[in-house]
Each structure stands twice: as C-alpha cells, then as structure tokens.
C-alpha cells in the first residue's frame, strides 16, 4: 500500500447547490443568510435574464446592474460601487461567466457584501478567492479569502444557452485547473482526486453536451466537472501552463478561454517529459498513450480553437512571447527552458500536435 505523504490541507466553506432551479435556490439562499437587499450583476447582453431572474427571485433583489465587462476591468467596478452603495445592498448575486464572477467579487472585497455566485460557464471562478482585474490594459492577479463567494447555485437550464463554442473552451479552461493540479508542488491527496474527477466528468460530459446544447443531465455533470476543477484552482498553485494564458491574454490580447483551450495539450506535454507518472492517470481517462497527446485529440474531435495564429498572435511575438513566460515563472514542475518553450509556442501558433518527447532539444 503507499503511503500517505506529509501535507497540508485549506478547505474554505462554500455552500453549493447543484441542479435546482436558479431562483428558488437564490431566494433560499438570502432567506437562509438573512439578506433582503440584493444587487443583481450580469453582462449587458444578459440584461434581460437578469431583470427575468430578479423578478422571479421577488422584492430581495433591489437592483439589476447589468454593466459587467470581459475580464473584469476595474473602471467598471469603480462605476458600479456607488450604486451597490446607493442601493444599501447587503448582498451581491453575480450571473454569468468568470467575468461577472470577477465583477462580483471586486465588489465584495470593496464592500464585504456575501457574494451569491450563479456560473453560467464552466470556468471555475465561482469557487476561487482569486480575482484577475485589469486596468490600463494590463491584468492583474490577486488572492483573498474574502474574494470566495459564499453561495454557488449550479442550474443546468441556464447553461443550455452557451453556445458549444464557449462550452467547450471554458472547459478546456477548467480542464487545464485539474491538469496543473496533478503536478502543483503544494498538490496532497485530496487537491490530486478532485482533479482526477473533476477532469472524469468534463471528458464523459462534453461529447454529449455538443450532441444536444439542451441536454440537461449532461450539462449538469459538466457543471460538477467545471466545479471540482475550479475548486482545485483555489487550492493549489497553477504552473506554466496559467503563467503562459496570462501572458499571451495580457500582453498580446488573446482571448481567455481559447488561449487555455490551444495550449494545454501542448503544456502538458512540456511538463509529462519531466513527470510522466503524476500526468498517466489523466492520460488513462483520456485512454491516450500520453496526457499530451489524448488532449490535443480531445480538442480536436470537440472543434476547439487549435492554433494561436488563428486567435490573431503574429509569428513576429513568439520570440518575445517565450521571453516573458519565462520572466518570473509559477511554480513548474519543469525547468522553463527557453529553447524548449519557443518551440512549444510555435507548434501552438502552427496548430500542430504537440512535440511526442514533449520538446526536449
Ligand atoms: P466570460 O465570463 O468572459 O464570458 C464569455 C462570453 O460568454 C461572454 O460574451 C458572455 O456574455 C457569454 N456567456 C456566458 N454565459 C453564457 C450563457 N450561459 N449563454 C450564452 N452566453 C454566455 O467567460 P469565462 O470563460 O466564464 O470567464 C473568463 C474570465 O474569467 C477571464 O477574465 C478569466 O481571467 C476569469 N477567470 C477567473 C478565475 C478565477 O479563479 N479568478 C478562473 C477562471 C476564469
């Protein structure tokens, strides 16, 4: 038998509910908290369910502020703190992806107002006290416990609206939480079985979901699998495969979830030529020879974005692509080796299956 190594565990208390629908379970969720003055956040594209879902949750919601923005910018935040604070809010609902998400939990570190968090994607922000703002064009990271909301509802039917494109990257998204979390030097027990699991449920679910967008028990096991990788994201440290997303999503532009969804077959690969047997349990779910290599297939038979050229980087920016990634690196179970990493952003900006040796020499 092995053995049970010498660890450390954090668990943060998150209530979550799974599969009800969305606004009884919000209600329930004020009642049971107390709360009866709740601001509502959404996209501006999402104006209309958001004013839909307030009506339905009844008098707790007092205003709809439907103003969030792509990733977060603070100047949003800033824009919307007033009026959470004209409202008298004591609570905050976020509905929408980790962009919403984002705008809640800025929120929430101003105020200290509970944070309600209804995910629409799977990205996983929803379980993290991480927040990723930007401002002036520049992104930033920051963690806090008080950035965790403290209530998650999970509602399949209001997943079905995602189109398969979105679904599928903000999966590959939650995906690559689990994937780094096998190999995070802080990883113990526990953090290395949701992964597995997490990544289990998402790579069962997702074929059937883009066989029918509205199939409900197949949406509501890739929200379990997004939840479980997001909850190892919140646990563990991320290595080169976040390090590489943030730099090509700060300092180039590329958009979020399909960034993750191009690379993470290719950074895992980097990483399985250094640790081949924390990365075999994956490649066994994925019944690929190696982890790399059953990924790139995965994305591939889902359509998923497969080169960086096609998200809009210029062959021109892989040289100072690799220089940055290199500059003060996440924990990484690999040695950054420039060499290696050029040649991994160019078979990522080609499009090409990952190198088998995982790009050694
Ligand atoms: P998003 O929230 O930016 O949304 C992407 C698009 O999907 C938007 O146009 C949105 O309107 C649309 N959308 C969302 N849900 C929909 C639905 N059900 N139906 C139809 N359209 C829908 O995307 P995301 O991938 O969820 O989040 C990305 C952001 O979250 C990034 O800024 C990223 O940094 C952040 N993030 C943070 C964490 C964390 O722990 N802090 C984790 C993952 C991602």
């Known amino acids: 038998m092995t053995q049970i190594p010498t660890f450390a565990l954090r668990l943060s208390a998150i209530r979550a509910r ?42 707790a919601v007092v205003a709809v502020l439907p103003m969030a923005q792509m990733h977060t910018p603070v100047e949003v935040t800033l824009q919307a703190l007033p009026q959470v ?18 705008l809640g939990k800025a929120l929430a570190l101003h105020t200290g107002l509970p944070h309600i968090a209804v995910p ?22 920051q963690s806090d416990p008080h950035l965790q909301p403290q209530v998650v509802i999970y509602d399949p039917r209001l997943i079905t609206s995602l189109p398969a494109a979105l679904t599928v990257t903000s999966a590959l998204n939650a995906l690559a939480h689990a994937a780094e979390a096998l190999y995070a030097p802080d990883r113990n027990p526990l953090t290395s079985t949701l992964a597995l699991q997490g990544a289990q449920w998402l790579i069962a679910g997702l074929p059937k979901v883009l066989e ?30 976040h390090k590489l997303c943030h730099t090509l999503g700060g300092s180039f532009g590329l958009p979020h979830s399909q960034t993750h969804a191009v690379l ?18 994956l490649a066994a779910v994925l019944r690929a020879k190696t982890a790399g290599q059953g990924l790139f297939a995965f994305a591939q038979a889902l359509n ?5 050229r096609a998200l809009g980087l210029r062959e021109a920016d892989l040289d100072r692509a690799a220089d940055l990634a290199t500059q003060s690196p996440y924990p990484n179970p690999r040695p ?18 990952p190198h088998i040796r995982g790009y050694h020499g």
């Open 336 to 353: 950054l080796e420039k060499p290696a990493l050029r040649a991994l952003l160019q078979a990522a900006w080609a499009g090409h299956p």
């Open 264 to 281: 993470l077959a290719h950074t895992v690969a980097y990483n399985e030529a250094a640790v081949p047997d924390l990365l075999a349990p």
């Open 85 to 102: 604070l004209g409202a008298q809010a004591d609570a905050l609902i976020s509905l929408g992806g980790g962009s919403v998400t984002g």
């Open 212 to 241: 029918n967008l509205h199939d409900l028990e197949a949406r509501a096991n890739c929200q379990y699998g997004g939840f479980l990788c997001g909850l190892v994201l919140g646990q563990v440290g991320m290595g080169l495969h």
């Open 120 to 141: 629409t994607t799977h990205a996983g922000s929803e379980v993290t006290g991480i927040l990723g703002q930007t401002e002036a064009g520049r992104k930033t990271t």
């Open 18 to 59: 799974f599969g009800e629908p969305c606004a009884p379970a919000v209600a329930a969720a004020l009642q049971s908290l107390s709360l009866s003055r709740a601001v509502l956040l959404a996209t501006p594209g999402h104006a209309a369910q958001a004013q839909a879902l307030a009506t339905e949750i009844g008098p």
């Open 304 to 308: 998923a974005p497969q080169s960086l």
